[in-house]
Antibody, heavy 119, light 108 residues
Framework: EVQLVESGGGLVQPGGSLRLSCAAS????????MHWVRQAPRKGLVWVSA????????GYADSVKGRFTISRDNARNTLYLQMNSLRAEDTAVYYC????????????WGQGALVTVSS | EIVLTQSPGTLSLSPGERATLSCRAS???????LAWYQQKPGQAPRLLIY???SRATGIPDRFSGSGSGTDFTLTISRLEPEDFAVYYC?????????FGQGTKLEIK
């Protein structure tokens, strides 16, 4: 059974940093692209970042470019999102999601990690 | 950048009725990269449809997707109580992944 479990969320002050982790099981992490998608309270879904199978390619939404870094450790079956210079507007539930190859869709999602940026 | 506009914003229907949800792209897109998701309160989204018309694993056949170019549709043939949720369309193109703003399907 495919499972994605996020951790590392919490309350952080504006300008602070946080690192999210996503532990994958039930499939071979090294064979798929992975993503982070976020959802602000009572708002819609917004794609944040993507990473290819070995971390050679990374992509970011303009709103987080230069502040967030996606990475992966295939040996540990874990995806990461390092978030720096956090702003109030980064407050959201962050989901890790598996890429459905060739279709640009997300076929499995974690339960989400809540990040709150507030003083 | 492609913008996806979903309509209506809210759809009020009764169990057993047919639901038709629309997703319009700001320019023509490839059907291969058009997907639909269902999200219930407090839960992660669930992939329903990919490639505009292919059902994801475990999705009941009352869910169907269609469309091409700029206009795509998600149809739920006969609504079950568990189908009342928010639905999002999503597109991939030019290294960007874009979601529509969502349609809330509520019980009438």
């Amino acid at each position: 059974e495919v499972q994605l479990v996020e951790s590392g969320g919490g309350l952080v002050q504006p300008g602070g940093s946080l690192r999210l982790s996503c532990a994958a099981s039930g499939f071979t992490l090294s064979s798929t692209w992975m993503h982070w998608v976020r959802q602000a309270p009572r708002k819609g879904l917004v794609w944040v970042s993507a990473i290819d199978t070995d971390g050679t390619y990374t992509g970011y939404a303009d709103s987080v470019k230069g502040r967030f870094t996606i990475s992966r450790d295939n040996a540990r079956n874990t995806l990461y999102l390092q978030m720096n210079s956090l702003r109030a507007e980064d407050t959201a539930v962050y989901y890790c999601a598996r890429d459905l190859s060739h279709y640009g869709a997300f076929d499995y999602w974690g339960q989400g990690a809540l990040v709150t940026v507030s003083s | 950048e492609i913008v996806l506009t979903q309509s209506p914003g809210t759809l009020s229907l009764s169990p057993g009725e047919r639901a038709t949800l629309s997703c319009r792209a700001s320019q023509s897109v490839s059907s291969t990269y058009l997907a639909w998701y269902q999200q219930k309160p407090g839960q992660a989204p669930r992939l329903l449809i990919y490639g505009a018309s292919s059902r994801a694993t475990g999705i009941p056949d009352r869910f169907s997707g269609s469309g091409s170019g700029t206009d795509f549709t998600l149809t739920i043939s006969r609504l079950e109580p568990e189908d009342f949720a928010v639905y999002y369309c999503q597109h991939f193109g030019s290294s960007l992944y874009t979601f529509g703003q969502g349609t809330k399907l509520e019980i009438k």
